[in-house]
């Protein structure tokens, strides 16, 4: 049985929109690039993509990652590349970089991945899909980059709940730049 691990670049108050230049336009966009500078977020990013056996994303954030990560190289870039993805979309009808819609019945099949595969199964940014998975009780594990910004606006990944959601710290290190690395599974 694999796990489900929301892996989310994240503002001191909790702002997870529109970390990188790729993503939807916000007045604050590309905020996590602007403060890492290259202080080592990256090896946290890569360490999560290569625990993956598959991504999982909502529409908008795959729309964005798949415009930018195949144009770039690295070891996280190939990685990224080469892993399946899921994407949880209504209206997304010929996906590219090796990706499977996952339509209406999405809750099931996401439950069913996480069955059959054996591997972590990464979810990135896709605020309405983690809400959501969090909500069904399906994550099992949080990896959070802390960045030391108050953005004061913007979508947030823990909005309004309808009941307290424990966490237990697992692990947290700094990366550099006032970034810190910290992963939770839910309580």
Known sequence: MGKIALCQNMSLDGVMQSPGPTDVP????????EVDGGS???R??????????AILLGRVTYEAMQAF?????????????ELPKYVVS????E????????GDDWPEEV???????AGDIVVY?????????IGMGLVDELRLLVYPVVLGTGDRLFGVAEDKIALDLVASRPTGNGVQAMTYELA
């Open 26 to 33: 916000f007045q604050h966009r590309g905020w996590a690039v």
């Open 90 to 93: 209504s209206t997304l009808t």
């Open 95 to 102: 996906p590219a970089w090796n990706a499977t819609v996952l």
């Open 69 to 81: 990560w195949p144009t770039v190289d690295g070891e996280l870039a190939d990685t990224l590349n």
């Open 111 to 117: 439950a069913r991945l996480r069955e059959e595969l």
């Open 40 to 42: 080592g977020a990256g």
């Open 125 to 133: 940014g896709s605020r309405r899909l983690s809400h959501a998975l």
């Open 44 to 53: 946290f990013s890569l360490e999560s993509a290569q625990k993956a056996e």
